[in-house]
């Protein structure tokens, strides 16, 4: 008599595998949507970010500036603005402070990311990061 349990479990766990063979490539794709650069777009770069309970007002100020210097420094920044939350609705889940990078294409985006003086700024901002969010998406020319 043939062991049908048996049978069963070893198909579950091959099922199982494919699954989270799949999700796992997924996962390493870091969930990025592929999309061609709509015709008169800009590319939009929001970055939220909770500060450590604790951290300094000061310290914080300095972060902002350092944050709002980087387009002074790194010329693919083609507009940037900067805010406090001010929802009404308390859903931001401890994010603080606002700020919308554009770049032209996604081009000056992957200049942007590893550049020296980005990467200084995350150095100054790590210790001190409780949280950050990112979403970058697509958006008509104003």
């Known amino acids: 008599m043939k062991n049908y349990g048996l049978t069963l479990v070893l198909m579950l766990g091959i099922l199982a595998f494919g699954f989270a063979t799949k999700d796992a490539a997924k996962a390493e794709k870091n969930e990025i949507m592929e999309t061609a650069q709509p015709q ?20 914080v100020q300095e972060i902002v500036d350092a944050f709002s210097a980087l387009p002074s420094k790194i010329p693919e920044i083609a507009g940037y603005e900067w805010g406090l939350n001010n929802s009404p609705e308390g859903l931001n889940k401890g994010l603080t402070h ?8 996604e ?7 590893p550049h020296p003086d980005h990467k200084a700024f995350g150095e100054l901002l790590t210790p001190h990061l409780e949280d950050v969010t990112v979403v970058d998406y697509w958006s008509k020319k104003e």
């Open 98 to 105: 606002g700020f919308l990078l554009t770049f032209k294409s």
């Open 107 to 113: 081009a000056d985006r992957a200049t942007y990311l």
């Open 40 to 59: 008169d777009s800009v590319l939009r770069h929001v970055v939220l970010f909770k500060f450590k309970e604790g951290t300094a007002p000061e310290k």
